[in-house]
């Protein structure tokens, strides 16, 4: 029980919150509800729900699009907020079940007066009969699909993590390397390996809203970045153990590139052997970490 309990009150993953799963929640929602009305309108004695021209189809269509702006906009605002207010398991789910909740009052709603003025016909018109009614069909329509869409991004979030390689035994028609030598894999959030670097010449990696910016030196050691769609999160748990350490909320820096860290009134800067690169900051999260692994460096 209290092992169930901890799990619900541990953060979600913030791809649970980015537009572009949002989006696509919303969007394979939209359909899913779509289907299981057009498929259910014969087989259901509870909705109202009807095709055609008439002033029904009307009612169908309005609660339809009015339900899909609600979702939008809660959506929306679960975006909005990611950075601002961090969610856990229990406050996602209660989330979503509010979203349901008013989808079934508004439902609801839209039953009583349509029965009143004689769009449609309810045969018990009570507002616990319609609201219990609707329970059970917005269940149906709007929680599989989003469960179904949160297993999947599950999926393509595991699968696209930034994977950290060795690439000493691999056959290539390369010129031989240090046996030891490391490289990263990047991969953008729809699977696509982007980019491919070897440790020796990655500086830091800054983000930048829902992207990063990887920093290196390219073979004639000029500065080159690469820019692509990516949480710097993916890159912090990737990498744990490794070279490359969190050092702020926007930058992961390669600690065998700093070259030393400055104390001013504000706090750590991480000053890296690379000129051109200026000054990184140091948050007080992430300062005891930087300290350690600079000193066993």
Known sequence: MRRNMRRLLKKIPQYLREEYQLTATVVFTAFFSLVLILVSIPFSHNAWFELGTGAAFGYTASFFVIGLLVIVFSKRMMYITRNKISMNYLQYVLWNLAEVVVICLLYTMFSIRGDAAGVIRIQDPSFTNIFFNALLYCFTSLVIPYVIAGMYF????????????????????????????????????????????????????????????????????????????????????????????????????????????????????????????????????????????????
Request: aromatic share 10%.
């Open 154 to 297: 599950a999926i393509i979030d595991k699968n696209n993590t930034i994977r950290l390689m060795n690439y000493s035994d691999t056959v290539s028609d390369e010129p031989p390397k240090t046996r030891n030598e490391k490289k990263i894999t990047i991969f953008d959030n729809r699977g696509t390996m982007s980019l491919s670097v070897s440790l020796t010449n990655l500086y830091f990696i800054e983000s930048d809203d829902n992207y990063i910016k990887v920093w290196y030196t390219d073979s004639e050691s000029k500065l080159q970045n690469y820019f692509l769609r990516c949480r710097l999160k993916t890159v912090e748990e990737s990498f744990m153990g490794s070279s490359l350490v969190r050092c702020h909320r926007k930058y992961i820096v390669n600690i065998d590139k700093v070259k030393a860290l400055s104390k001013g009134t504000g706090g750590y800067t991480i000053i890296m052997n690379n000129p051109e690169i200026p000054q990184l900051p140091v948050s007080k999260t992430y300062e005891q970490t930087v300290l350690d692994r600079c000193s066993v460096n």
